[in-house]
């Protein structure tokens, strides 16, 4: 869980990496294709590896790309409900994780991760209620948003599950170049091109992006969910959260309200909850 949870701090930081790149002119799919292509060169010295493991690479591709396409979901969303309603419908997945491993999976449900998540869903709306949430509400935005968090749930599992059977470099690779292949089809589908940086400060901040928030980040979360299992990785990820209330904090001078550093300390208290708790495991197993 504390691997994982490291990890999510570099999902945290993406915010600051991410508003420097579109000051620099960078669309989000241009950004996100050259995250995974910056991600995935890191990874061409263990091309070999992914060659020889065919069918591992394939799934750690497809599993890749299918969470990351079905990330647009999230854009989408934004255009239709207000931003607050739509990273609290976000962080639903610990609960999504938690109905999938005991529906999907057949794992035993702990009191302890089923109160855990419930506490990062009070937390998300004590932080993010003071901003608002509008009245009159999208019913397809709506659907929409609750796409990514099932997606991320259901990743997750795939992560604690059928990726853990793979080596760390077909693992990454994999997923890495399934982000890729969807990011840069998409941007060509839905906007003719993938613009480059304009500026050194752009070209930093894509390579920031690339490596503190994809190879670290995503890299401690595949390595770290086989071993803490499905439902606490999702606990632990809320982490995120937590980082990327600080970088508004510290880099925009974003005030932090009481009810958010309550908030903020229940998210950690989620985790410590479910740290304590037993891992749930199939009954195949």
């Known amino acids: ?35 995974f292509g910056f991600a995935f060169a890191c990874l061409l010295p263990f091309l070999p590896k992914l060659l020889a493991a065919k069918t591992d690479t394939l799934i750690a591709v497809l599993a890749g790309a299918g969470y990351m396409g079905i990330n647009l979901f999230y854009f989408l969303a934004l255009e239709r409900l207000t931003v607050a309603l739509t990273v609290l419908i976000l962080f639903t997945y610990p609960l999504f994780t938690i109905l999938i491993g005991w529906l999907g999976f057949r794992e035993k449900l702990t009191w302890q991760n089923a109160a855990a998540a419930v506490i990062v869903l009070l937390a998300a709306i004590l932080i993010l209620a003071p901003t608002g949430f509008s009245e009159a509400v999208d019913p397809v935005g709506l659907g929409m948003a609750f796409v990514p968090p099932a997606a991320y749930a259901l990743f997750v599992h795939i992560a604690a599950k059928r990726l853990s059977s793979m080596t760390i470099p077909v693992r990454l690779g994999g997923v890495f170049l399934g982000g890729l292949i969807a990011m840069v089809g998409l941007g060509l589908i839905m906007e003719g091109r993938i613009a480059a940086p304009a500026s050194a400060a752009g070209w930093g901040a894509a390579i920031a992006l690339a490596l503190l928030s994809t190879v670290f980040a995503l890299g401690l979360l595949l390595y770290g969910a086989p071993i803490a299992g499905a439902e606490r990785t999702a606990v632990a990820g809320a982490s995120e959260l937590v980082t990327a209330l600080i970088v508004g904090w510290l880099a925009y001078n974003e005030a932090l309200a009481p009810t958010t550093l309550v908030g903020a300390a229940m998210i950690i208290g989620a985790i410590l909850l479910a740290a304590r708790g037993e891992r749930q495991t199939s009954p195949a197993k």
């Open 1 to 35: 869980m504390a691997l994982v949870a490291l990890g999510a701090i570099g999902f945290g930081l993406m915010p600051l990496f991410a508003r420097t790149a579109y000051a620099d002119g960078l669309s989000a799919l241009s950004l996100l294709s050259w995250r």
